[in-house]
Every structure is written in C-alpha cells, then in structure tokens.
C-alpha cells in the first residue's frame, strides 16, 4: 500500500523505536530474503518485486 512514511512515521505507527523499525527491517531483508526497498521519492518502504512472506515456522 505504500503507506509506511519515514522510518519515524512508522516506529510510531508500530509503537517501537525507530531503532527497532531499522533493525526489523535489516533482519525481514536478510534473514528473509524480503525485497523491501525505501522509496526516497514517496517515503515509504515497499517491496521491489512482488514477494511471499511466511512468519510462521514449519
């Protein structure tokens, strides 16, 4: 929906630290491979590609 905001923005949306927002961020893009982009123009976070998320261990 690219609706996030800044990393700001979205720690408050979130109730989190916005040190936390980078931190999740950084472990959804490396550890899940997720294709999360900031977009500088919009500000907002969203995927590069279209993507499939599984946050449930099997």
Same mark, same amino acid.
């Given at each position: /929906?690219?609706?996030?905001?800044? *990393?700001?923005?979205? %720690?408050?949306?979130?109730?989190?630290?916005?040190?936390?927002?980078?931190? !999740?961020? %950084? +472990? /959804?893009?490396?550890? /899940?491979? %997720? *294709?999360?982009? !900031?977009? +500088?123009?919009?500000?907002?976070?969203?995927?590069?590609?279209? #993507?499939?998320? #599984? +946050?449930?261990?099997?």
């Amino acid at each position: /929906m690219k609706q996030t905001g800044t *990393p700001r923005q979205l %720690a408050y949306k979130l109730e989190l630290s916005e040190r936390s927002v980078h931190y !999740y961020i %950084a +472990f /959804m893009k490396n550890e /899940m491979k %997720a *294709p999360i982009v !900031y977009d +500088f123009k919009l500000e907002t976070y969203r995927y590069e590609t279209e #993507c499939k998320l #599984c +946050f449930i261990g099997e």
